[in-house]
């Protein structure tokens, strides 16, 4: 095989290749960038921030200190919470879904329940807290394009191995039909390595979730959880203890029930 055709092949395939695979890490950048810019505005929330985190930390444990900073809700010695006075105005709403729901499944007991008792017994607060968790993304990765077509993954291969044969058989006479024959090597060489930059260049492997995961693990407590233990290190002490409780005591504090007047069944006159 003459030289001269073996270069003219291999080279410009292997332009094309990188050509490519640099428009790709482009769309890719911009891509992570969109991703990323995703998950900023959803950590924007502090309540989102303080999902990933681990207990005491976590955005449970700040939506019942906001409560508290608030005035909504009070904590004994026992880490019981019970809702104050002020919970029951729509005025002094929390203004988050989460400390919201907190709230809502204070009220809906009849006597003081540890925070601990409403996060594992509480269905309708674990459903508020599924829900908030759909804000955030599943994946930063999203849309991430698949792998070459098989077809051209093949014809790929194939020219190589026609390169690589021909320049095996051929016996280049003079120095340009040489600088031929090392231009298709080159660009062979260059082919084979072009298969994992193609694999960086369209994300393989990227780990910006992980590094997001870690930044949330790592990010600043929560503001409420820091006000409360600036102004009351007592009440904060208490919520820690409130979610260490499980088990129901005397004070069950289970769910509130209605009575026929408030539940507008008939009450029977016999």
Same mark, same amino acid.
């Given at each position: 095989?003459?030289?001269?055709?073996?270069?003219?092949?291999?080279?410009?395939?292997?332009?094309?290749?990188?050509?490519?695979?640099?428009?790709?890490?482009?769309?890719?950048?911009?891509?992570?960038?969109?991703? &990323?810019?995703?998950?900023?505005?959803?950590?924007? !929330?502090?309540?989102?921030?303080?999902?990933?985190?681990?207990?005491?930390?976590?955005?449970?444990?700040?939506?019942?200190?906001?409560?508290?900073?608030?005035? &909504?809700?009070?904590?004994?010695?026992?880490?019981? &919470?019970?809702?104050?006075?002020?919970?029951?105005?729509?005025?002094?709403?929390?203004?988050?879904?989460?400390?919201?729901?907190?709230?809502?499944?204070?009220?809906?007991?009849?006597?003081?329940?540890?925070?601990?008792?409403?996060?594992?017994?509480?269905?309708?607060?674990?459903?508020?807290?599924?829900?908030?968790?759909?804000?955030?993304?599943?994946?930063?990765?999203?849309?991430?394009?698949?792998?070459?077509?098989?077809?051209?993954?093949?014809?790929?291969?194939?020219?190589? &191995?026609?390169?690589?044969?021909?320049?095996?058989?051929?016996?280049?006479?003079?120095?340009?039909?040489?600088?031929?024959?090392?231009?298709?090597?080159?660009?062979?060489?260059?082919?084979?390595?072009?298969?994992?930059?193609?694999?960086?260049?369209?994300?393989?492997?990227?780990?910006?979730?992980? !590094?997001?995961?870690?930044?949330?693990?790592?990010?600043?407590?929560?503001?409420?959880?820091?006000?409360?233990?600036?102004? !009351?290190?007592?009440?904060?002490?208490?919520?820690?203890?409130?979610?260490?409780?499980?088990?129901?005591?005397?004070?069950?504090?289970?769910?509130?029930?209605?009575?026929?007047?408030?539940?507008?069944?008939?009450?029977?006159?016999?």
């Amino acid at each position: 095989m003459h030289a001269y055709t073996l270069a003219s092949v291999a080279v410009p395939v292997t332009a094309a290749l990188y050509g490519g695979g640099a428009v790709l890490r482009r769309r890719t950048a911009a891509r992570h960038r969109r991703a &990323l810019d995703r998950w900023a505005a959803v950590l924007a !929330d502090p309540y989102q921030a303080a999902a990933g985190r681990w207990w005491p930390d976590d955005a449970v444990q700040a939506a019942a200190a906001r409560l508290v900073l608030d005035g &909504l809700v009070t904590v004994n010695h026992r880490g019981n &919470l019970s809702p104050a006075p002020a919970a029951t105005d729509p005025a002094r709403s929390p203004g988050h879904p989460l400390p919201e729901a907190l709230l809502a499944a204070l009220l809906r007991r009849s006597a003081p329940a540890t925070l601990g008792g409403i996060v594992l017994r509480d269905t309708e607060f674990e459903a508020a807290r599924r829900e908030f968790g759909k804000a955030r993304p599943e994946l930063l990765t999203v849309g991430e394009p698949a792998g070459p077509a098989g077809l051209v993954l093949y014809l790929v291969m194939a020219e190589m &191995l026609f390169c690589v044969f021909g320049l095996m058989s051929a016996q280049p006479d003079g120095g340009a039909e040489w600088t031929a024959a090392w231009a298709a090597w080159t660009a062979v060489i260059a082919q084979i390595v072009w298969f994992p930059v193609y694999d960086r260049a369209r994300g393989a492997g990227w780990k910006g979730d992980a !590094d997001v995961v870690a930044a949330t693990h790592h990010a600043p407590t929560h503001p409420a959880l820091r006000a409360l233990d600036v102004r !009351d290190p007592e009440a904060f002490r208490r919520l820690r203890v409130s979610r260490l409780r499980t088990r129901r005591g005397r004070n069950r504090g289970r769910p509130r029930r209605r009575t026929p007047a408030e539940s507008g069944a008939p009450v029977s006159s016999g």
